[in-house]
């Protein structure tokens, strides 16, 4: 079975401040593949990024940056100086690749507002 | 480069009735995957389509059924409506092999109202 966990369902800070969403999954896999979606209102999931089991490399991307740490389980995504038009819902998602059939399994989401 | 397509829009239908969602790949793609978000839920996987066959299929009844055509596009058919249906139904296009491989990218959805 696997899992995806995003403790947090509603964040709010002020624009300019960082924030943190927390991902924390479960996998009985040696391979798998971890992601984050945005979903502003207007409901399109747009990709953000994909980070694979065998590459423990943080990643920065503009005000964008991910750690992922395999001692934990976990893929954290922090935005740097926030900015209004980050709000939106944020999901993490796993995929796994048993037997040739993928499985992905989202998380439930966490709702950033950003306030001006 | 066109993204992935889905239509309609929006979709209002009764109990009981029987609908069709349709959905483009992104250029270059050759999986289809269907997915349900319910308001304030994450996604969940309705069922994955490669070589025009259903290769992975998530826990949702019979009711649920889907075609790959030859072009790579797709339809969800949903039979025998129930109000829980109602749902934003996602549809997310991948390679299945190469680099890229398992990168989803998403189209915006059909928001399906059961009455």
């Known amino acids: 079975a696997q899992k995806v966990t995003q403790a947090q369902t509603e964040i709010s800070v002020v624009e300019k401040e960082d924030v943190t969403l927390d991902c924390v999954y479960e996998t009985r896999d040696t391979t798998y593949y971890l992601f984050w979606y945005k979903q502003p209102p207007s409901g399109e999931l747009v990709f953000l990024i994909r980070?694979?089991?065998?590459?423990?490399q943080n990643e920065i991307s503009g005000r964008y940056s991910w750690n992922f740490q395999k001692s934990t389980s976990s893929f954290n995504f922090t935005i740097t100086a926030s900015q209004v038009v980050d709000s939106a819902v944020y999901f993490c998602a796993l995929t796994t690749n048993s037997g040739g059939y993928q499985k992905v399994t989202f998380g439930i989401g966490t709702k950033l507002q950003v306030i001006p | 480069d066109a993204g992935v397509t889905q239509s309609p829009t929006h979709l209002i239908k009764t109990r009981g009735q029987q609908v069709t969602l349709r959905c483009s790949p992104k250029?270059?793609?050759?999986?289809v995957s269907w997915y349900q978000q319910a308001l304030g839920q994450g996604p969940q996987f309705i069922f994955q389509y490669y070589e025009e066959e259903e290769r992975q299929r998530g826990n949702f009844p019979d009711r649920f059924s889907g075609h790959q055509f030859p072009n790579y596009s797709s339809e969800l058919n949903v039979n025998a409506l129930l109000l829980g249906d109602s749902a934003l139904y996602l549809c997310?296009?991948?390679?299945?092999?190469?680099?890229?491989?398992?990168?989803?990218?998403f189209g915006p959805g059909t928001r399906l109202t059961v009455t």
């Open positions: 980070r694979n089991s065998f590459d423990e």
């Open positions: 250029s270059g793609h050759d999986t």
């Open positions: 997310a296009s991948s390679l299945a092999e190469g680099q890229g491989a398992y990168e989803q990218y």
